[in-house]
């Protein structure tokens, strides 16, 4: 099946059958994600020390802010050349595309440059000690200079998916995690790098992955694919993926911004220990996370085609599909941390101390599970269609309204737990808001369903 046709059955083709079709390689896309990521903090923790685990945790907020501009180009181009697509409107998807590596590659060298030049200074902002600070500087660093591949790599297999290739891009994210795995044994463990090595893993093998990613793109025949004219930035084109890639965006900055909130309070009330129970909770409870962002990823091309073309039917249907799968997910994910938490933090450390303060951590952090995957398919929904306000309220409400000041309040009170359990409070608060607006936003579909109709009549 060419390209043209794969796209055109997003309107056609079963809800069900089409959510399974792009979210299921999404879906291990994320989950290879997430274990590229994990594997490294498992090689640092087991072979350089929990000391580096917490030097890891640190640099968590600067993962998530150069995340947030990548997901602002990413994001915001792919749900643009959805909806293009859905409207039969080409020309424009293929100039999003090259609007789409242009801003990648300004923002991600720009970022990198910048972050290096004042990294000891962010890093002390970020909650570093003198302890930990060595490990954060020697893996940022690396990371930093290789930034701006690591933009266009995210970037492009997002394109990827909205170009109806979610296999290819299932693909180049299991190739990097497969070269990660690889290269931190050689780094790390033959070559005795320390966390440099992940570093330099990480970077390598997106680089590679990039490469195959861009060849994807030059065959003519396909409605995408890269040529003359289409690089050169235009205006209006900038300020439709940045204003859709704005929720993400801030999203993103928001998780920053809590991090910080997050290992400075660990670090006042329990010292550097508690960042890496942290770091480690944070940890398994992405794995869960990517689930879900693989799914939201699987409902983007299929929601943002069927708004572009009116079949509000479908619409809502590939909505509560991937609510039900979510809500699934995220029920197995406290099952799991509430059953067997010792055994996720063993992966990665044998400090008995780091253990116990981890099993407590994965167990705090995950206890309103079973509602998060709800609020997160909310939140993207709202931004597949385009309803931006609505998307960046629902993305900073979880930690500008809620956690944060939690994090501010609740250690006054119950010291280090007080910090744990600001996560679960955030997280029951923002999905009982995402139910309201969701709820609020349906009733006034249907609402003007029934007046066109009566129009109609």
Not at 412 to 439: E, H, R, T
């Amino acid at each position: 099946m060419d390209n043209k046709s794969a796209t055109l059955e997003l309107g056609t083709k079963p809800v069900g059958k089409l959510l399974v079709q792009y979210a299921f390689p999404a879906i291990i896309a994320m989950i290879a994600a997430s274990l590229y990521n994990i594997i490294d903090r498992i090689f640092i923790g087991q072979i350089v020390g929990p000391m580096a685990i917490s030097g890891l945790a640190i640099t968590f907020p600067f993962i998530n802010l150069g995340a947030a501009f990548g997901a602002a180009v990413g994001i915001g181009a792919s749900t643009s050349i959805s909806v293009k697509l859905g409207q039969r409107d080409y020309k424009t998807a293929e100039n999003i595309l090259g609007n789409t590596i242009t801003l990648n590659l300004i923002i991600g060298s720009s970022f990198g440059i910048i972050c290096l030049i004042f990294l000891d200074p962010i890093l002390r902002f970020f909650g570093a000690s003198d302890a930990t600070i060595p490990y954060a500087r020697s893996f940022m660093k690396v990371i930093l200079a290789g930034n701006v591949i690591s933009h266009m790599y995210f970037g492009m297999n997002a394109v990827l998916r909205a170009a109806s290739k979610p296999r290819q891009a299932m693909t180049a994210t299991i190739f990097t995690v497969l070269m990660n795995i690889v290269l931190d044994f050689i780094f790390i463990r033959l070559w005795g790098w320390g966390i440099r090595g992940a570093a330099f893993a990480t970077v390598l093998s997106q680089a590679l992955a990039l490469c195959w990613q861009m060849k994807q793109f030059t065959n003519k025949d396909e409605i995408l694919h890269l040529k003359r004219g289409i690089y050169r930035l235009k205006r209006h084109l900038v300020e439709n993926i940045i204003s859709i890639g704005i929720s993400p965006f801030l999203m993103n900055v928001c998780a920053c911004i809590v991090v910080i909130f997050m290992n400075n309070q660990l670090v006042r009330y329990g010292g550097d220990m508690a960042v890496g129970a942290f770091g480690i909770a944070y940890s398994i409870a992405m794995i869960f996370v990517m689930f879900i962002i693989g799914l939201d990823q699987g409902m983007q091309p299929i929601a943002g085609y069927n708004y572009g073309s009116q079949q509000n039917d479908r619409l809502m249907r590939v909505l509560k599909l991937t609510i039900f799968a979510a809500t699934g997910i995220m029920v197995t994910a406290w099952l799991i941390a509430h059953l067997a938490p010792q055994y996720c933090a063993r992966m990665f450390t044998t400090d008995p101390e780091l253990i116990q303060q981890a099993i407590k951590a994965i167990k705090i952090n995950m206890m309103m599970y079973p509602i998060v995957g709800f609020q997160m398919v909310v939140t993207n929904f709202f931004q597949c269609i385009g309803k931006v306000k609505i998307s960046i309220f629902l993305s900073l409400s979880r930690q500008l309204l809620f956690l944060i000041p939690l994090l501010i309040i609740l250690p006054n009170f119950f010291d280090l737990d007080g910090v744990w359990a600001s996560l679960p409070s955030s997280d029951f608060l923002a999905s009982l808001v995402a139910a309201i607006i969701l709820v609020t936003y349906m009733r006034r579909m249907k609402k003007q369903l029934v007046n066109n109709q009566n129009s109609e009549t």
